[in-house]
């Protein structure tokens, strides 16, 4: 079945089809081309989430979804989504009075999500950005550019079967919130196979926690034209609303070259002081290693073998059982180990 614009499901917040139902109402109302619009509830509001169900074609080369303020041809649009499976990555982009701002990518070579026989896309509306998941794994999040309340109408192009699609009001994303990969323990670099999903973003389980003495070490290489990546060492997998993070590890890349690395905490919904060490040796395209060790009374930071700077703990960090990485690096390997340097 191929999706058309001139089709619209009314779909409420309060009022959901179920997946039964949507499927006898596509098969009887079957659109003849090739984007369909549906409306959307009047409160976009934080915790809103869009779920969408269906199949991605085999002969599909690339499809959009749009979040748009009006049915016109020309109407601002708050959130267009557009992967493109030839090339495995997703562009991300909005536009208003006709022009369209700067797009924003994401590969996904090594993890194609649309490719599956089915696809589940969860879209969240959060309090400044929008987020993205498919199939229970977030992708990436959109800032507003448009202010929420002006969109409307969701719309669909390319050659997508839809499946059914919903409403409604979620206190976790992603809604599975599961981890990607469980980090193995004791273990050395060469025992340590790469995580099945290295794709970035990365969720990773710390199935026994973090206890004193143990070091959590990262492997990977940093892009050639990087902003930033992260680290966080938080309580739980999800990502909206922020979980606790007990340490957060953020080097940024100037255009100078020179990389400064960030250290902070969030804890009780707000972002404590910034700690800074500058010119981290961190060129772009360079091989890394990392290594987080948990100490008493304070995380110390470790780069290529050498110590770049101590975090005093805040917070409960017993509670720590999840990992998440993002930004431009490939990760190679992930990790931990009891051994005391």
């Not at 059982?321 to 990760?331: A, F, P, T, V």
């Amino acid at each position: 079945m191929i999706i058309s614009s001139n089709f619209a499901l009314p779909l409420q917040e309060q009022n959901m089809e179920a997946a039964s139902d949507c499927l006898e109402y596509f098969e009887e109302n079957k659109p003849k081309s090739d984007s369909l619009s549906f409306d959307l509830p009047d409160d976009l509001s934080a915790g809103l989430c869009i779920n969408l169900h269906g199949i991605v074609t085999p002969d599909c080369t690339r499809f959009a979804i749009d979040l748009v303020c009006s049915k016109d041809a020309n109407s601002d649009i708050a959130l267009h989504i557009n992967p493109r499976l030839s090339q495995k990555y997703i562009v991300r982009n909005s536009r208003i009075q006709g022009d369209w701002g700067d797009e924003e990518v994401t590969m996904v070579r090594k993890f194609n999500p649309f490719r599956e026989k089915t696809i589940h896309l969860e879209i969240l509306v959060a309090e400044k950005e929008f987020f993205v998941a498919v199939n229970g794994k977030h992708l990436f999040n959109f800032i507003f550019r448009i202010p929420v309340s002006k969109v409307k109408y969701l719309q669909i192009e390319g050659a997508v079967d839809i499946t059914r699609l919903n409403y409604e009001r979620s206190d976790i994303y992603p809604q599975k919130s599961l981890p990607d990969y469980i980090v193995g323990y004791n273990v050395t670099a060469e025992d340590c196979p790469p995580p099945q999903h290295t794709n970035i973003p990365l969720t990773a389980g710390l199935s026994e926690g973090f206890q004193n003495g143990c070091q959590l070490l990262l492997e990977g290489r940093v892009k050639l034209l990087p902003a930033e990546f992260t680290f966080n060492l938080q309580d739980g997998c999800h990502v909206w609303p922020r979980p606790k993070i007990y340490l957060h590890v953020n080097p940024r890349f100037r255009m100078s070259g020179e990389c400064l690395l960030i250290k902070n905490a969030w804890i009780e919904n707000f972002w404590g002081q910034e700690e800074r060490t500058s010119q981290l040796d961190l060129p772009p395209g360079s091989k890394f290693s990392m290594m987080i060790q948990k100490d008493i009374g304070y995380f110390s930071i470790w780069l290529n073998g050498k110590l770049t700077g101590e975090f005093k703990f805040r917070g409960n960090v017993d509670r720590i059982n999840s990992i998440y990485i993002q930004g431009d690096i490939d990760l190679h390997k992930l990790y931990m180990n009891s051994s005391q340097r």
